[in-house]
């Protein structure tokens, strides 16, 4: 079993920056693409960032693309998303979710996180 942790979530001033991290435990096999999400109150969940574990392919959300960074750190097996520059719009809850292909649908990720919440303030 796989097990996603978020972490990093907070409060933050429009402008500000916070950094995600995503931890990941369990039997995950070496090839799986991971994901950040989010789902703001009333919303449908939407992509923002997606990384192949060998980092040989990224793509962003056009929302968030020059604002927010999304790498990963092998040896940590973890996966971060930093976010800079950040509106109102971007308040949502952050999920992390880790699946076999790099996908901008969450229908192509199997295993997820509980989310971290992230609140940016006008």
């Known amino acids: 079993q796989v097990q996603l942790v978020e972490s990093g979530g907070g409060l933050v001033q429009a402008g500000g920056s916070l950094r995600l991290s995503c931890s990941v435990s369990?039997?995950?096999?070496?090839?799986?693409?991971m994901g950040w999400f989010r789902q703001a109150p009333g919303k449908e969940r939407e992509f923002v960032a997606g990384i192949t574990w060998t980092g040989g392919s990224i793509d962003y959300a056009d929302s968030v693309k020059n604002r927010f960074t999304i790498s990963k750190d092998n040896a940590k097996n973890t996966v971060s998303l930093q976010m800079n520059s950040t509106k109102p719009d971007d308040t949502a809850t952050y999920y992390c979710?880790?699946?076999?292909?790099?996908?901008?649908?969450?229908?192509?990720?199997?295993?997820w996180g509980q989310g971290t919440q992230v609140t940016v303030s006008s």
């Open positions: 369990g039997r995950t096999p070496s090839t799986y693409a």
């Open positions: 979710a880790a699946g076999p292909f790099l996908r901008t649908t969450d229908t192509g990720y199997i295993f």
